[in-house]
């Protein structure tokens, strides 16, 4: 715009603005500070502004509390630093991948392109160190799965097998050479993992009934068998495959690659939960996999028990986030939707839900964030992390339910978010461990007994 075009302009808006109230406003703020502060707003930040700015309460309606599914505060424990990369990850969810889920969701498609942007933010590998890796706290690794979960489940999924799963096993589990050669691919997001340890004939038995198998033939390990409900596996550049040695009978891991000859992954489809995680069966046809891409550290089973335990807190706070998005957008919905001449807030039976949610939510945060204080002093156990992951995905179910109920026929529209949530939280109620498993793990502790089937 020319000089004299911002002249004129700038005379149309004094003739709009009235100099009393804008003296007035001055004596109260930095009017300057204020317009320095307002042009570093986005687009949508100052519609959001505006809307709120303009947004007249109805006759006799006070001001509504915000929405905000901690109401213990328990974002006040974080350091600045984590409360900064907490926010920058809800900013990137809600800007980002909300618009797109709900498509790609009823499409059991995977959006691709927000890998590059889930790599900006330098939050891959969280607790490991070196390779690039962020080396924080187990806490904040909960967190960031409670914050991406809390608007997609799916995405929250791909991200802790490639994360949790697949990057940790290389960790825990790797050589140096592995490691070195994988983590910070994989902490920049330009190779993707997976983690295969499901079979399609045995899930909890695992440990001691794996079918897919391992034999060395002097050169190199030949591997048969399949994998099932695999995240990620359709795209990923590694997978991580569990086997039993057919010699030694024990369970060893490998890194194979996408391109290994003999190497198969099929899209599993119709699935009702978790729609844009990209699960995959996987056939292994005499798969030649060298010495050099054996997992080095990994002898036995108890080594896969030892990722799997480091992951299953992030699933707890993964059912969390599930909750809490099913919660926050309930009670929103809630505030606006009208019957009777009256936001349906404001009658007590949907309050009572409101409240049983929050109950709820509240209390699995509070155990969730003593679940990963503990992992961060060392003194966290199986029985720990299993006790967390059956009361929060119990819970969950509880709260999408009834988050689901006070949508009343609209809860069942994927426009409104909470249907979503309610499918995803069948999948983390069975996944990692089913309720009846972990149920076992704490019972076998607190009792001494095993009720497990030998």
Not at 245 to 271: C, L, Q, T, W, Y
Not at 305 to 334: D, F, I, P, S
Request: hydrophobic share 40%; aromatic share 8%; glycine share 8%.
């Amino acid at each position: 715009m020319s000089l004299l075009g911002k002249i004129k302009s700038t005379m149309g808006l004094l003739k709009e603005v009235d100099l009393n109230q804008l003296v007035a406003i001055n004596k109260k703020i930095d009017l300057k500070e204020a317009m320095s502060a307002l042009g570093e707003l986005d687009e949508r930040q100052l519609k959001g502004m505006m809307k709120m700015l303009t947004t007249k309460a109805k006759k006799g309606q006070h001001q509504l509390p915000p929405i905000d599914g901690d109401f213990y505060n328990l974002d006040l424990k974080l350091t600045p630093e984590q409360r900064d990369i907490q926010l920058q990850v809800r900013n990137f969810m809600e800007d980002e991948v909300r618009p797109l889920v709900n498509d790609h969701w009823n499409r059991a498609e995977f959006p691709m392109e927000i890998s590059s942007k889930f790599a900006k933010l330098n939050i891959t590998g969280i607790p490991y160190e070196g390779y690039g890796c962020p080396n924080l706290p187990f806490l904040m690794e909960g967190i960031i799965a409670q914050e991406i979960a809390r608007v997609d489940v799916s995405i929250s999924t791909f991200f802790g097998v490639h994360s949790g799963l697949a990057m940790g096993s290389i960790y825990l589990c790797g050589s140096e050479e592995q490691k070195q050669e994988w983590l910070p691919k994989m902490q920049k997001l330009e190779k993707i993992g997976a983690f295969g340890l499901t079979e399609p004939n045995v899930g909890s038995a695992v440990s001691q009934g794996m079918e897919t198998t391992c034999k060395f033939d002097g050169e190199n390990w030949i591997l048969n068998g399949q994998k099932k409900w695999i995240g990620n596996a359709t795209f990923a550049d590694v997978i991580i495959i569990w086997a039993r040695d057919e010699e030694s009978h024990k369970v060893k891991g490998f890194i194979v690659r996408k391109e290994n000859p003999g190497f198969k992954a099929e899209k599993m489809e119709d699935k009702m939960a978790l729609r844009i995680v990209q699960n995959a069966l996987i056939t292994l046809i005499d798969c030649v996999i060298p010495e050099s891409d054996r997992l080095q550290k990994a002898d036995s089973f108890r080594d896969t028990a030892k990722v799997l335990k480091m992951t299953r807190a992030g699933v707890a706070w993964q059912a969390v986030g599930c909750a809490r998005g099913a919660y926050e957008n309930a009670l929103k919905y809630t505030k606006k939707r009208e019957q009777f001449g009256r936001p349906i807030a404001s009658y007590q039976l949907v309050q009572n839900h409101l409240v049983e949610m929050l109950s709820n939510l509240t209390a699995m945060q509070t155990m969730v964030f003593r679940l990963s204080e503990m992992q961060d002093q060392g003194i966290l156990t199986d029985e720990h992390a299993s006790l967390a992951k059956v009361y929060c995905s119990m819970r969950t179910r509880d709260i999408v339910s009834r988050a689901r109920e006070v949508l009343g026929g609209n809860g069942i529209l994927l426009e409104h978010d909470v249907a979503r949530f309610v499918a995803d939280a069948e999948a983390i109620y069975s996944y990692e461990g089913t309720k009846e498993i972990n149920t076992l793990i704490v019972g076998r502790a607190i009792t001494g007994y095993s009720a497990f089937v030998n």
